[in-house]
């Protein structure tokens, strides 16, 4: 970016599987046959400890955003994902600095799902990572496959406005699979079936904040639809409630100046404009 203050994007595309081992030797041998290439040396081991910030209602994760500060690993820092897809999420990043604030760009950023409410520590996650890097037949890397040991706790507002830890730890282990370089959703796929011959299943969750806030948050409110039958009035406020969801997860991208951004937010609120102007009633 001409901008060096500007934050970094990092498009990451990631499936999480259910695993209470560790993947052994014969299981990285096949899924490295998988994404084509040779079977990687031993893991790279990494401690992370990330913080992951919210409002008190939740309303970033309920947005399906998360904002964390990490320490460790190779890309410690500050992160707001967003979400870009299928599988894929875009990881706006700012530099660790010393501060607990969280940074004024991302903030920003995801404003239109915090509406400016506090933004405040929700979870302490710990994960112990083993990482094997996955190559195609070329010997360029294409995925990363990561044992992680996760430890999280809950938080809340303690004393002077610090934070307590709420509930008692909570436990588990997972496999990820990542892809980098030139890496495509073909690759994932085959690593997927390999996982599956192997009984080694997707996750429930797609993030492991969600896993550990699922309790928290209330269910969605029924979605209009404009079923076949559907009164007139139904069918518009679906088509609204469209037009609305769209603003909303429009307005990171446009803030973002991304490619495309403002043209999509100016054509759901037209939509939206000409709809209110034609059925009035």
């Given at each position: 970016m001409g901008n060096g203050n500007a934050p970094?994007?990092?498009?990451?595309?990631?499936?999480k599987y259910e695993s209470a081992e560790p993947p052994g030797a014969e299981l990285i041998a096949e899924l490295a046959a998988a994404a084509g290439?040779?079977?990687?040396a031993a893991p790279a081991r990494h401690e992370l400890s990330a913080t992951y910030y919210d409002t008190a209602d939740l309303r970033l994760l309920?947005?399906?955003?998360?904002?964390?500060?990490?320490?460790?690993?190779d890309d410690a820092g500050w992160h707001l994902k967003l979400p870009a897809g299928a599988d894929s999420r875009d990881e706006v990043r700012r530099p660790l600095g010393r501060a607990r604030k969280p940074p004024q760009p991302l903030v920003t950023l995801s404003r239109a799902a915090h509406r400016d409410a506090p933004l405040e520590p929700v979870v302490e996650l710990d994960t112990v990572r083993n990482e094997w890097t996955l190559t195609d037949s070329h010997g360029e890397a294409v995925a990363t496959v990561?044992?992680?040991?996760?430890?999280?706790?809950?938080?809340?507002?303690?004393?002077g406005g610090g934070t307590?830890?709420?509930?008692?730890?909570?436990?588990?282990?997972?496999?990820e699979v990542e892809l980098i370089g030139q890496g495509t959703v073909d690759v994932l796929d085959r690593i997927d079936e390999a996982l599956q011959r192997a009984g080694v299943h997707r996750s429930a969750s797609s993030s492991k904040l969600g896993r550990v806030l699922a309790d928290r948050i209330p269910p969605a409110p029924p979605r209009p639809e404009a079923s076949t039958d559907a009164t007139a009035g139904d069918v518009?406020?679906?088509?609204?409630?469209?037009?609305?969801?769209?603003?909303?997860?429009?307005d990171p991208r446009v803030r973002r100046d991304a490619p495309d951004g403002v043209h999509a937010m100016?054509?759901?609120?037209?939509r939206m404009r000409s709809t209110f102007q034609s059925f009035r009633a």
């Open positions: 970094q994007v990092v498009r990451e595309t990631e499936r290439g040779a079977t990687p309920r947005s399906k955003l998360t904002l964390r500060r990490r320490v460790g690993g990561t044992d992680d040991r996760v430890t999280a706790r809950t938080l809340g507002a303690g004393a307590s830890v709420e509930t008692e730890p909570l436990e588990w282990a997972e496999i518009v406020l679906a088509y609204v409630t469209e037009q609305a969801e769209t603003i909303h997860a429009t100016r054509v759901a609120c037209r």
